[in-house]
């Protein structure tokens, strides 16, 4: 059974930061990559950033790069997610994830990550 432990969300005005943390206890001893995807309301969810356990090769979207950092603890299960200059658009639901399967730069899609956090709301006030 998956678990994760998702925090850091909330409420942050615009132009300020927020830094999301998610620990997975999934049972599988093989998890490669972990990350967020985010949904805002009427949109289809969204690949925001992800990191390579063992070798800290981030991942970005491009809307979020150069504004957020993806990091992980040495324990290789916790992941960190810092926003700065949060936008309006930042806003949604951001669940953290995990994958057994590494494709390089490429590992941005849906289908890449088998297990799903229930999920933490951002809210961006302006």
């Known amino acids: 059974q998956a678990q994760f432990d998702e925090s850091g969300g909330g409420l942050v005005q615009a132009g300020e930061s927020l830094r999301l943390s998610c620990t997975t206890q999934?049972?599988?001893?093989?998890?490669?990559?972990m990350g967020w995807f985010r949904q805002a309301p009427g949109k289809n969810r969204e690949f925001v950033a992800g990191?390579?356990?063992?070798?800290?090769?981030?991942l970005y979207a491009d809307s979020v790069k150069g504004r957020f950092t993806i990091s992980r603890a040495y324990n290789k299960r916790t992941a960190y997610l810092q926003m700065n200059n949060v936008k309006p658009e930042d806003a949604g639901m951001y669940y953290c994830?995990?994958?057994?399967?590494?494709?390089?730069?490429?590992?941005?899609?849906?289908?890449?990550?088998?297990?799903w956090g229930q999920g933490t709301q951002v809210t961006v006030s302006s």
């Open positions: 994830v995990a994958g057994e399967y590494w494709r390089g730069y490429s590992t941005t899609k849906l289908d890449d990550y088998q297990y």
């Open positions: 999934v049972r599988s001893p093989n998890i490669w990559v």
């Open positions: 990191i390579n356990l063992a070798s800290g090769i981030e």
